[in-house]
Every structure is written in structure tokens, then in C-alpha cells.
């Protein structure tokens, strides 16, 4: 049985471009963002993988990039469940700002320990085990189960909230989710044991 689960964050939005924190905001992608979607697609079909099942966040960048994966293989009527539950993190009093502009304001010590800590979130924002405390239950209760059962999955989502997906499924302390990088539009290709343990990890760089 072929226990699929593939992830793959959004390509280059707007927002990443111009170097500001996003969060739940909603820009498009851009030209290269665009192209690292379409890539990542074209790289799933040359693997020869499709897929039962898509999920992705509410968020448009998420939504654009799995739509453009889908048409790269051929299979743009697939179902497809959107949930915030997927969203970003949410970064607070941080959303809109240059993170330039940021560590001007605060102080590039107390900015990266929002960026990069486990646990001490941006004012009114969300810290990454925030993310993951909504982010995981989701995967537990309604992806996880489906790829078990054998059904082949794609989820386009975000970096942080892939990052608690992949901090669960690979067994991973805080510390080394914090230093594992998300690259836009590049695919993450696991396969699961029954037991939901990790069989293979294969990332599908260009």
C-alpha cells in the first residue's frame, strides 16, 4: 500500500518578495512564485505521482499554488478541503511590517526570538507551538487517516504551519524544527508506515 503525503509550501508571494511578515494576510504570488508552482507540479509528474486528495489553507497563495500543481498533472477537478486550520502563523503586531522596519523598532534580538522560538509569540500573534497546537490536531483528525488507508494526499499550506506538520510526522524536537527551512514551491514527499512512522522522505529540489 502507498501511504503518500506530500507538502508543499506556497511559491514567492507579493509579500515574501518585499521582505514583510505576512501571516494571515492574503497577497498573490508573484511571477516566480508563479513559476515555482508550476516546477513543483511538473517534478511530482516526472515522480509519475498523483494524488485522492488535496488540502490547503483559506489563504489565496496556498489555494493558487495547489491549483497550479494540479494543472501540471492533470488533475485540476481533484478534491480539494480548505481549512485555516492550515493557515500561517499568525504574526501579530508584526503583519505588514518590513522585518527590516522590525528590528529597528524592537531590536534584531527580540525579533528573531518571535521568529525563532518555539514558544514566545509576536504581540497579538502566534507562536510556532501556537500553530502547531491547531495545525496538528487538523492533521491528526482528518489527513493522517486518509494516508493511512492508502490514499495518496497533497497538502499546500505555509511554512510554519508545514513545519509543525513535519515536526509531528518526522519526530523532531523545537529546537530542530526551528532550524529545518521550508523552501517555496518545493515538494515533500513522504511515505508512511502503518504505524504512521516515516518509510521515506524525499525532497524534490529543481
Do not use: C
Amino acid at each position: 500500500m502507498d501511504r503518500l503525503l506530500v507538502l508543499v509550501r506556497h511559491g514567492q508571494s507579493e509579500w515574501n518578495l518585499k521582505n514583510l511578515f505576512t501571516g494571515w494576510k492574503d497577497p498573490a504570488l508573484t511571477d516566480k512564485g508563479i513559476e515555482e508552482a508550476k516546477a513543483a507540479g511538473q517534478r511530482l509528474k516526472a515522480k509519475g505521482l498523483g494524488f485522492d486528495i488535496a488540502y490547503t489553507s483559506v489563504l489565496s497563495r496556498a489555494n493558487q499554488t495547489l491549483d497550479l500543481i494540479l494543472g501540471e498533472i492533470g488533475q485540476t477537478g481533484l478534491q480539494t478541503i480548505k481549512d485555516q486550520a492550515l493557515n500561517e502563523r499568525d504574526y501579530g503586531d508584526l503583519t505588514g511590517l518590513n522585518k527590516d522596519d522590525a528590528r529597528a523598532k524592537w531590536g534584531e534580538e527580540q525579533v528573531l526570538v518571535w521568529r525563532r522560538s518555539y514558544d514566545v509569540p509576536p504581540p497579538g500573534g502566534e507562536s510556532l507551538k501556537d500553530t502547531l497546537a491547531r495545525a496538528l490536531p487538523y492533521y491528526m483528525k482528518h489527513i493522517q487517516p486518509r494516508v493511512l488507508r492508502g490514499e495518496r494526499v497533497i497538502v499546500a499550506a505555509h511554512g510554519n504551519s508545514l513545519r509543525a506538520l513535519i515536526m509531528a510526522i518526522s519526530g523532531m524536537s523545537p529546537e530542530e524544527i526551528l532550524k529545518f527551512e521550508l523552501e517555496t514551491g518545493v515538494p515533500v514527499v513522504y511515505r508512511l508506515h502503518a504505524d504512521s512512522t516515516v518509510a521515506s522522505r524525499d525532497i524534490l529540489h529543481g
